[in-house]
């Protein structure tokens, strides 16, 4: 059996786009997810999207980072979904239903509420998930956000003198994190402006992440850094992230489709039912 795919990005963070709306996929499991985002032997993507019908919203999506862990939320590929479905759309993802629509400058995605009160870390930690008591080398005191996924964000003078490829790992799979985490490193340049950094759970180091942009937004809010309203800047390129009174996170940014193409599902350990 042959299943079309829809290659895109957003601001690089790139997705492989499988579409069961209309006709049932054969099942996706870790494995042949992770073969599929295979740069070498797969299509290769940091994230791949599987789009289904849902009885809560207008279309549920699942998500599978590059090593085949499923996971709740991504929101680069929100954007990139809104950009396939072209109207204003409601979302179910595992953390919840979300909403994208059209704007003038790409797609903005209503992202929810964040959570600072997870059970992702231990107790001790729990209580006080904006300045954990913790290090590793350089890297300290990060506060933990939970837009949907988990993230801990690390301010620091210069991300870019951060060696993610080694403290990025360390930190993603310490023992603290029994979820594991996303990692982010960022300086506040000015009141509305991040320069971001993210070693992602399950992906490694990205081009841009879209929760991570939300969640150091909302962290650095927290802390008193920028206001409600600021630009994150990725290696990828700008998101616009604002935090509205009613606590919902607003995330604008590009979304864009690369190409088209299909593949032979059983080369990829997928069948059908
Ligand atoms: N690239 C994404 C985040 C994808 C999921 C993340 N790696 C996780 O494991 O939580 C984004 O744009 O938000």
Known sequence: MRIDFTKMHGLGNDFVVLDGRA????????????????????????????????????????????????????????????????????????????????????????????????????????????????????????????????HAIFFVDDPYAIDMARLGPLIENDAIFPARINVNVAAVTARDAITLRVWERGAGLTLACGTGACATAIGAMKRGLVDRRVTVTLPGGPLEICWREDGEILMTGPATQSFRGSFDAAAYGMISA
């Open 23 to 150: 006709t049932a996929l054969p099942a996706i499991d870790a494995t042949s997810a992770a073969a599929l985002a295979d740069r070498h032997t797969g299509i290769g993507c940091d994230q791949l999207v599987v789009l289904e019908p849902s009885t809560f919203a207008d279309l549920r999506m699942r998500i599978f980072n590059a090593d085949g862990s499923e996971v709740e939320a991504c929101g680069n590929a929100t954007r990139a979904v809104g950009l396939l479905i072209g109207t204003a759309a409601s979302i179910e993802t595992l953390a919840g239903i979300i909403h994208a629509s059209p704007a003038e400058s790409g797609i903005t995605v209503e992202m929810g509420k964040p959570r600072f009160d997870w059970d992702v870390i231990p107790l001790a930690f729990a209580m006080d998930t904006q300045a954990m008591p913790v290090a590793w080398e350089e890297l300290a005191n990060p506060i933990a956000v939970n837009v949907g996924n988990p």
